[in-house]
Every structure is written in C-alpha cells, then in structure tokens.
C-alpha cells in the first residue's frame, strides 16, 4: 500500500500533459492496430488455400471466405478512424466536463433535493453518455449488420428485431446499471483509501450473482432455451459427461437462428450445477458424433481446470485494476486536464483512469490471448485423446467453411488479436490427414455464421 501511496504523488503533477498523453496512446494503438490489419490483409489476398486444408476446403469456398475477411478489415480500419474521430473531438471539446454540468443542472431543475447528490448525478451522467455513445455508433453498427453481414448471407436480424434488442438492451441498462454504479461509489465514499479490498469483494459477489441470474432473468428476454429432446444426441451428451463426472444440470437447445444461424455450444453454470446450451443451428448443420467432438472439447477446458483458472486470473485483474485506481482517484492533476477543476466526482475518474491504464490493458490483452490458445490446443488434444480426432477435424471444418472464418493468418495478427488458434494450425497440431473432400460445392447454401461467441 505503502508503494502505492508513493506511486499516487509521483504521477499527481500539475501541468503534467495527460491530455496530450492519453490522446497520444489512443491513436498510437489505432495506428498499431491498422498496421496489423494491413499485414493480415496480404493474406487475405492469397488465391489458393493453405497446404493442410487444400482438400476439404473448396476454391469457392476459400475465395469468398477471403473476400469476407477482407471486407471485414476494410470496416475495421474505417470505423476505428470514426472512433478515433470521436474521441479525439470529446477530448478537445472538453465534452466530458460540458456533459457533467448539463446533467447536474437537469437534476437540480427537474429532481427533488434528496437526488442531487454525486451518486443520482453519476447515474444521470453515466446513462446521458450511453445514449451518446450509442447514437454515434449507429452508422457503423447498422452497416455492419445490415451491408456487410447481409451481402455474405449471414444476417438473419430484421430491422424490427434490430430495434427491439436495442430498446430490450436499453430498458435492462436502465434497471441494472443505477443499484450497481450506486453502490460501487456508496463503498468507495464509505471505505476512504480501504476501498480496494471491498470494492474486489462487491465485484467477485456481482459475478457469482450474474451467473446465476443471467440465464434466468436475462437470457429469455432475447432467446429461447428449450430441453434438448430425448435421442441419441441426448443419450450420447449425458453418457460423455457421467464418464467425467461433469456435474450436468441441464441440456438445452438455444434459438440461435433467430439472429445469425451462428452456431456453437457452451456450458454455464456454478462449479457444482452446469448446464450445456447447444444452438438449433449446429444440431442442424452436424453430425450427432461432430456435436459430441465439440462438447468433448469443451469438457476438455473443464476438465483440465481452464475454467477455474481463467476465473482466478479475472479476479487477480480485478484487484490489479482496483489497486491502481486508488493511485489515480485523487490526481488533481488528470482531472484538471479534462476540465475538471473544481470538483473530482470518483466516476470520472475512473473513466480517465480507464483511458490512462490502456496501453496496460493492451499488454494484458496479448498475453491473455496467448494463454486462451494455448488452452484451446489442450482442449483439442483432450477431445483427440478420447478417439474423436476425426469427427473434431471435421467439425472444425465444416464450421470455419460454413462461417467463412479466416484459414489462415498473418502471425503477428494472429498474436495479438486471436483468442482461438487458426484453423491450419489446430489440424496441423491434431494431426489431420485430410481424405476426402468435406466441403462440396453443394452444401454452400445455408451459410452459418459465427459471431459474438464464436469459440468451441
Ligand atoms: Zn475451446
């Protein structure tokens, strides 16, 4: 504590530039992050598949999954540009401070006395900037979902649905964010400097909390879950899991296809009560053996302890994340740079703080992503050991062929962005001898398309 109180007046400098610092790694990383996509766009324009794959994948097949990923890197150069845009106009603008006052003055106006503390304020401020933020980024989302996704044959969203999950997402925000933001800064103005230590706890309490309530509150309002039906598919999965004593609650089918025929599956669940959620779309697009190749695998990062680690290691960020704020959450000096000199309110702080930590997070960010593929080769190898390497190699095929995922990749691309190896290097490393064709010019139609959660 001691090093970090020494470490709070160290950076607490007036005059120090910390706008001039904070705008300089934001577009360094832009910058950063274009190079790359650059290097991963010459690979994109490779005509002929890689080695390993030149059987099963077919030249169409391989030609349009090129042209996607390059479509894909040309809108991420251009709506990275619209952020920086954004961002460098918010700092110089001094749109933040301008924000803080509009909303003070609205509470003062429309809400009784007793909601004109910092704490009504932050909720007002924070929701007037989810709404900002949500506008401007308007363009680049409906252009993403309904130019780029939909001229691939990927989306599946209609422009009402588009709406509703935008109002659904914003009435949950509305509800949500306010108790937590309340108490997140009540902890800090009642601790003082203890505020590290129980602000980690309020937060491990809040993830254990979500996990429970998600599928339950949140989850139906967006999708249905139904009990997989009785079969050979329902046999097979419970057999898998009672040889590894995997605690299998539940197993559902998900309407994936309601949104994007994105396919996957997952478990969730506390340690001692999982359940597995298969999406309708892989059920329809594999082989019951496929299906249960994936979930092998999945049971492999249980299994082999992934799950708890990666939540050890989230709670040890955390507490990093916390520890380091306690240095910044009263330096005068950053929050006099952005307009605010009089008043220090703690949730501008901590979106400054946010800001100034990013090169760090970037750092985190790569060596996470080293230790998930890692993980993944492991889980790969688990599902190998117990005899499924064929059925596991073809059902990454077929899914990187129905998504028109990237086959392969330029290494530092790959390094710093993918939490998942690629597809080359996961049948070099299971030893897949390709024997016939799995991608036939026939089964193009019916295109299946991985987003958000695009990991098996
Ligand atoms: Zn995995």
Redesign the pocket.
Known sequence: MDFLQRLARFLDRPLFPWKKLILGFSIGQYLFESFLTLRQYRILQQPKPPAVLSKEISQETFDKSQAYGRAKARFEIVSGLWAQIQNVAFVQLDVLPAMWSWTGSLLLKWAPARFTGEISHSIIFVLTFIILQQLLNLPTRLYNTFVLEESFGFNKQTPKLFVTDMIKTNLLTAVIMPPILAAFLKIIQKTGTQFVFYLWIFAAGLQLFTTTAYPIFIQPLFNKLSPLDEGALKTKVEELAASHKFPLQELFVIDGSKRSAHSNAYFYGLPWKKHIVIYDTLIEKMDTSEIIAILA??L??WKLG?TTRLFGIAQAHLLYVFSLFSVFINNASLYSAFGFRVQHPIVIGFILFSDALSPMDTVIKLLLNILSRK??FE??DFAKRLGFRGELASSLIKLHAQNLSTMDADWMYASYHFS?PHLSERLKALDWKPKQALTSEKDKEGVVKASGRE??
């Open positions: 695998h999945e492999g990062h992934h993980y993944e889980a790969d998942h990991e098996l």
